[in-house]
C-alpha cells in the first residue's frame, strides 16, 4: 500500500503478547510460530486495534532474528517469518493503518562480557531489517532494548537496508537504568545522535513510573518522545498474571505525557484494545499545541559514554591525548579520576589500535574525543564506540566526511 500520511501525535497498538496468552498461546513456544499456525488469534487481536483507534499496528516479528529463532530451531526462516507475519498484519491493518517491524533484544554480548562482535549483531539485525523491508513495512521499532550495542547496532542495520524511519524505545528500572546498567537518558543521546526518528520507553512500568523517567528525558529529546508503559505491574494470581490498571486510569496519565513532550502513545504488556480506546478519548482532548516549546542550552552539549550521560560546552579541556596502548585501560581510569575535566581524549593512530580501543573503550564514563588523522580509522574507531563521542576540531580531515559522520554515528562537531 501506499504510506498513510501520519501526522503527530500518534496512537499506536497495545500489547500483542499478554492478548496472545490469554487466547491460549503457551508459555515457551515460539510465539512467531504460533501465530502463524493460529493466524485468527492475531488477526482478531490487530483488528480490534484499529477500531480502537491505532494507528500504527506493530507486526509480531519481536523474535524474528535468526539469533532468538535459533532457540527454536528455527534459525533458518528468518526470511519466510518476517514476511509472513507481516502480511498477517498487512492483513489486519486493511490499509487503514501503518505497519511497523519489530525487533527485538538478541541477547548477544559483547566481549569482554561475551563471545559475540559488534559486526556480528549488526549482521543479525541487517538479516532481519532486509525481510521487514521486503515485507513492506512502513517503519522500524526497535523495542524492549536492554542495551546501548543492540540497539545501536539495530539501527545501523535498519538504515543501511532502508530510508523508512527508525523508532527505539528501551526498557529500564525505576532509576532510569537498562539491566545492563545504562541510563536511558545516555541511550537516548545515543540513538538520537544516530537518526533515530523517536526515541522512548516501553515496557518497564506503568505509566506513573515511566512518567519520571520520560521527565528525566524531556530537556535533551531532539526528536518526538515514544510512551508504551505496562498497565501496571504485573501481579501472579492462581497461576497467570494479572495486571491492575484499568484503561480509564492509564489514559489519564496522557496529557502528562504530552507535556512532557510524548507525540507517540501505546501500551505494552497488559494492555488491551479498551486502553487504547480510552487513550484515543484522552489523546482528542488535549491541545498539543499549547505546550511550549522546550528550550535547549546551545552552549550544554550532550554526550554519552554506553552507561552515562555527560555535558560539554563548545570550550571543553580534553586533557593529555591518550595512546592505544596496553595500558589504555588503566590510562582511561587515571584520565578519569586524577585529571576530571569531564572529558578525554582517545587517539587512534593505526589498525592495531582498533582493537585495543575495542577492548576497553567500556571503561570510558565521562564524554570522549575521538582523534584520528586517517578517515577509514576514524570510522571503524566510531562504529566500535557504544556511546556518542565528539570531535574537537584538531587534525586535518575533510568537512564533508566529519558531516558523514555526524549524520551516520552522531559524532558531535564542535
Partial sequence: MDTIPLSLPVLMDGATGTELYRRGMPNGVCTEQWVLEHPQALLEIQRAYVEAGSQVLIAPTFGANRVSLARHGAQDRVEEYNRRLVELTRTAADGR?????????TGL?????????????????????????????DLFLIETTMTVPEARAAVLACKSVSDKPVWVTFTCDENGRTLSG??????????QGMGAAAFGLNCSSGPEGML????????????????????????????????????????????????????????????????????????AEIDFAAFPAVGHDPDV???????????????????????????????????????PQGALKIAILEEDDLDI???NQYAVKDALCLFSDVPELLEKALRLYQGRAF????????????????????????
Avoid at 493503518?97 to 533484544?105: I, M, Q, S, W, Y
Avoid at 554480548?109 to 513495512?137: H, K, N, T
Avoid at 530537556?219 to 504485573?234: E, T
Fill in 212 to 283: 519520571e523517567q520520560i521527565r528525566r528525558l524531556t530537556p535533551y529529546a531532539a526528536v518526538p518522545l515514544i510512551a508504551k508503559p505496562n498497565a501496571g505491574l504485573p501481579e501472579r494470581v492462581d497461576g497467570g498474571v494479572v495486571y491492575h490498571c484499568p484503561p480509564e486510569e492509564f489514559a489519564a496519565y496522557a496529557r502528562a505525557f504530552a507535556a512532557a513532550g510524548v507525540r507517540i502513545f501505546g501500551g505494552c504488556c497488559g494492555t488491551t484494545p479498551a486502553h487504547i480506546a480510552a487513550l484515543r478519548e484522552a489523546l
Fill in 357 to 359: 580501543f575495542a577492548e
Fill in 391 to 414: 570531535w574537537d576540531g584538531t587534525g586535518d580531515l575533510d568537512e564533508a566526511f566529519l558531516e558523514e559522520m555526524r549524520v551516520r554515528y552522531g559524532l558531535v562537531l564542535l
Fill in 109 to 137: 554480548l559483547l566481549a569482554p562480557f561475551g563471545a559475540s562482535s559488534f559486526e556480528e549483531l549488526v549482521d543479525v539485525y541487517a538479516q532481519q531489517a532486509r525481510a521487514l523491508a521486503a515485507a513492506g513495512v
Fill in 97 to 105: 493503518v501503518l505497519v511497523a517491524g519489530d525487533l527485538a533484544p
Fill in 182 to 191: 545504562s541510563d536511558v537518558l545516555a541511550a537516548l543521546i545515543i540513538l
Fill in 301 to 339: 552539549i550532550p554526550c554519552a559514554s554506553e552507561k552515562e550521560a555527560r555535558f560539554i560546552t563548545p570550550d571543553v579541556d580534553v586533557g593529555e591525548t591518550i595512546a592505544c596502548t596496553s595500558d589504555l585501560m588503566e590510562d582511561i581510569l587515571e584520565a578519569e579520576e586524577e585529571a
